[in-house]
């Protein structure tokens, strides 16, 4: 793909995904910690799972005082079915603790800071950024790793390279909605296995590097 179709990708993206329901990540932004706890429930977890597990657990605790008082034991029944829902609330715990302690109950905006807390790595950080502070950041998952190289944009072999060539490559305007555009995209159409490509308005710009089989 050359580099300027960027522009015509992400005017058709951001038209395409409004047919499809908003990803997880994307509910529970109102303050910068519901934002980063939705995060870490997501990891794993079926945006299904993850949305239902969001909303049982800020209906008891939305600030990191109130997690940091609630029982270890009611958060894992709270989110329960989220996978590895054990671990993730003694995360949790560990991150209000780490808030009230170092930051005075607020969640870091500096991407240093937030890679201190526990159980949050460069995705989790960027998102935080872009959806809880508007700070200019490039959140990598899967799905964008995934059809960044398919569409030929970048060529790496793991997500953090992944950013790291968009954030030498990618527009800086598309920055913040860059992994809502193409994790929507990933979920419905260019699935990891035999993508929709007969459906796809941005095929013309795509080379499919990588894809086998199609429908």
């Not at 997880?24 to 945006?47: K, M, N, W």
């Not at 939305?62 to 829902?85: C, H």
């Not at 905006?109 to 937030?114: A, C, Q, V, Y």
């Not at 502070?133 to 190289?149: E, L, M, P, Y």
Request: glycine share 6%.
């Amino acid at each position: 793909m050359r580099p300027d179709h960027i522009h015509e990708v992400v005017r058709i993206l951001r038209k395409e995904i409004l047919q499809w329901p908003v990803p997880a990540i994307g509910h529970y932004v109102e303050t910068p910690f519901t934002v980063l706890i939705s995060c870490i429930l997501s990891l794993r977890t079926q945006d299904k799972t993850t949305n239902a597990a969001s909303e049982r657990l800020f209906a008891i605790a939305a600030t990191p005082e109130k997690m940091l008082a609630t029982p270890v034991g009611t958060i894992e029944r709270v989110i329960y079915p989220v996978s590895f829902y054990r671990v993730k609330a003694r995360t949790i715990q560990a991150i209000s603790g780490q808030l009230l302690t170092r930051y005075k109950g607020q969640v870091p905006s500096r991407m240093d800071d937030l890679l201190e807390l526990p159980g949050v790595g460069r995705k989790t950080a960027n998102i935080v950024m872009t959806l809880g502070f508007r700070k200019a950041g490039i959140a990598v998952d899967t799905h964008v790793h995934r059809i960044s190289n398919r569409l030929g944009y970048v060529r790496t072999k793991t997500p953090e390279d992944t950013e790291m060539a968009l954030r030498r490559k990618l527009p800086r305007r598309y920055w913040i909605r860059f992994n809502d555009l193409l994790v929507t995209y990933g979920q419905n159409l260019c699935k990891p296995i035999s993508p929709v490509c007969s459906r796809c308005k941005i095929a013309p710009y795509c080379r499919r590097v990588g894809v086998t089989i199609s429908r």
